[in-house]
């Protein structure tokens, strides 16, 4: 395995781009792999080594790097009409009608460019529709670039947690880990008359994936409710993958005010939206006074590319063989650390998936969740599992990084090159590529 080419682009982009790359993600030690192009569920770097992927572009590729045709026709037919107008589409109403007919809790939808703009945009919108300031966020979660969200600390101790956040940028975020009922109601007794909205992701995705425990988000439902705050879902990883075309929030039987997508809700392309209840959605400019705008908001292309992917996705079946075959990997996984990595944590559900190396838990693993941590009050690791994204920090995050990243890739395995973010299934991946993966994870493990 060969890596001149790509080690020679890295060299020259270190000119040209901060650290050689555009997102931090990417820069992989000693360099990144440089890739050519798709195919399938694979990647080929341009030395030409083929990868199986399970990045998928950090989520959007639920079909994987082939549109099928039905896809691809309808990107062509917006990229032969014209590149974009500043005008409305017919698309972008049928892909908002979409969402509004599958999604719970989603009345009206403004389309966005990033999962980053929805988060912001939502947050505005909480704000200008509640007249309060403050914000609860969870610690670990992740809501993109953005500076309400970029803090370290808890409750209404918090610090900017990148250089160029102003201090009073954060002055009303209010942290709380994920999983504590007992913080999430101590927030609200102390701030409740202040809080416009609590900002929360379904399942943690940039933290390893860590399920919420039974009752967590009907608690932050009720809290939320009493005291005329807003509960916003951050849908962009989970969106149109964890519970089909309704996401997560109706495997979880809980419905917000707002969502926020991205991701998959674009077919690959670069998108993000906020959905919600129509009263809340109607005080975005022009109807209310919330200031939102963007010259590439509502994009055709990307517009006919997440519509298509959607429709394709309901037609064919895709839920049920990304969640059965993201299945049949986690099984395998736990049954492989079951012999040689006891104390580690098999976390995911339906298409998404990763292994935490905790370092703590019993060494009989008789009675674990057999296909991804469950957050099961019975299960023998209940007490050592992740339950907050600083469980997941905890974990043997250098190990992942520097010793078993670099293996995977060098048996043909990509996977995200960090302890903490989410692993993917498409639609393209075979029983034959979990096989391969599952034959990859014994060798490098054992």
Not at 165 to 194: C, I, M
Not at 309 to 318: F, K, M, Q, S
Not at 335 to 362: C, H, L, Q, R
Not at 385 to 412: H, S
Request: hydrophobic share 35%; net charge negative.
């Amino acid at each position: 395995m060969t890596h001149e080419r790509s080690r020679d682009l890295y060299d020259r982009a270190l000119s040209v781009l901060p650290g050689g790359v555009n997102s931090p993600v990417r820069a992989t030690r000693p360099y990144p792999f440089v890739v050519d192009y798709g195919d399938g569920g694979h990647v080929v770097d341009v030395d030409g080594t083929e990868y199986l992927d399970f990045v998928m572009g950090y989520g959007p590729l639920l079909l994987g790097h082939d549109l099928p045709e039905r896809v691809r026709a309808a990107v062509d037919r917006h990229v032969d009409a014209g590149p974009m107008y500043g005008a409305p589409t017919e698309i972008e109403v049928e892909l908002g009608e979409f969402v509004a007919d599958h999604v719970p809790s989603v009345d009206m939808t403004r389309f966005v460019n990033s999962g980053t703009e929805a988060t912001v945009s939502a947050v505005r919108l909480a704000r200008g529709h509640t007249g309060r300031d403050k914000v609860v966020v969870i610690r670990g979660g992740y809501h993109g670039a953005q500076e309400t969200t970029l803090v370290k600390g808890q409750f209404d101790h918090v610090d900017p947690s990148s250089p160029g956040v102003p201090d009073s940028f954060v002055k009303h975020t209010l942290a709380v880990p994920f999983n504590d009922t007992e913080a999430a109601n101590r927030v609200f007794e102390e701030h409740g008359d202040e809080i416009a909205a609590v900002l929360v992701e379904p399942i943690l995705g940039n933290t390893g994936i860590v399920h919420p425990i039974d009752g967590y988000h009907h608690t932050l439902r009720s809290l939320c409710d009493d005291h005329g705050s807003l509960l916003i879902f951050d849908e962009v990883i989970t969106g149109f993958r964890v519970g089909g075309l309704g996401c997560a929030q109706s495997k979880l039987g809980v419905t917000p005010d707002l969502t926020t997508f991205g991701k998959i809700v674009g077919g690959g392309f670069p998108v993000g939206a906020i959905g919600g209840r129509a009263d809340v959605m109607r005080e975005l400019t022009p109807v209310g006074d919330v200031f939102q705008a963007g010259t590439f908001s509502g994009h055709p292309v990307t517009m006919a590319a997440g519509l298509e992917t959607l429709r394709y996705a309901h037609d064919e079946g895709v839920y049920d063989h990304v969640n059965g075959l993201a299945e049949r990997l986690r099984a395998g996984i736990t049954d492989i650390i079951d012999d040689y990595a006891p104390t580690y944590t098999v976390v995911g559900t339906d298409s998404m998936w990763k292994t935490v190396f905790t370092g703590d838990g019993p060494a009989d693993r008789a009675g674990v969740c057999e296909a991804g941590c469950r957050q099961r009050e019975d299960c023998p690791h209940y007490g050592t599992c992740p339950k907050t994204g600083g469980d997941v920090a905890d974990a043997a995050t250098e190990r992942w990084e520097r010793v078993f990243w670099p293996q995977m890739r060098e048996r043909g395995v990509f996977l995200t090159a960090n302890q903490y973010e989410s692993q993917f299934v498409c639609a393209a991946h075979t029983e034959a590529d979990i096989d391969e993966t599952l034959g990859s994870y014994e060798a490098v493990l054992s």
